[in-house]
């Protein structure tokens, strides 16, 4: 079947089996690698990417069922080679340890300042709390999060 993407701003036209999740298109058909396979179950959070705006498992979608959608990888949140506020402060909070779990960190709390741009610490926790990370004790993450809800406009 012939499926219309919206990704990161560009028009994707993709021919694709109904069964194949919006994670292997990403990956395999357009090459946008950012977005990662962990668990393939929907419970790790690697493989977040925004739906119009919300943090969605690209493992569990159906990537028939996205056209007319706005989807976002991690490869569209960077204004050009100028990181995004979030992209920033994770860089300077140190909280990219092996890589992994960043772009669905990222991402999910894109979503979140997006939503409230002041969040308390209990909120971006909760925010946080699909995605894992193997690495740290989440503390840089969520020191991240904190620190790009400062900078925010607005």
């Known amino acids: 079947m012939q499926v219309d ?4 701003g560009e028009r994707e036209s993709v021919t694709l089996d109904a069964r194949q999740t919006l994670l292997e298109v990403l990956r395999v058909r357009l090459g946008l690698t950012g977005t990662k396979l962990g668990c393939n179950q929907g419970v790790c959070g690697s493989c977040t990417v925004l739906i119009d705006g919300k943090p969605a498992r690209s493992c569990l979608v159906l990537a028939a069922g996205c056209g007319g959608r706005k989807i976002v990888t991690i490869e569209g949140v960077a204004d ?4 995004s ?3 920033q ?4 909070a140190g909280a990219v340890q092996c890589g992994y779990c960043t772009p669905g960190m990222i991402l999910t709390a894109e979503a979140l300042l ?3 741009r002041r969040p308390g610490l209990d909120e971006i926790r909760e925010a946080l709390s699909g ?3 193997r690495c740290s ?4 993450i969520i020191d991240a999060v904190k620190l790009a809800s400062e900078r925010m406009p607005g």
């Open 114 to 116: 997006e939503k409230r």
């Open 89 to 92: 402060a994770f860089i300077e």
């Open 85 to 87: 506020v979030v992209q």
């Open 80 to 83: 050009g080679a100028k990181p």
């Open 5 to 8: 993407l919206d990704v990161n």
């Open 131 to 133: 995605n894992l990370c």
């Open 137 to 140: 004790g989440y503390a840089k």
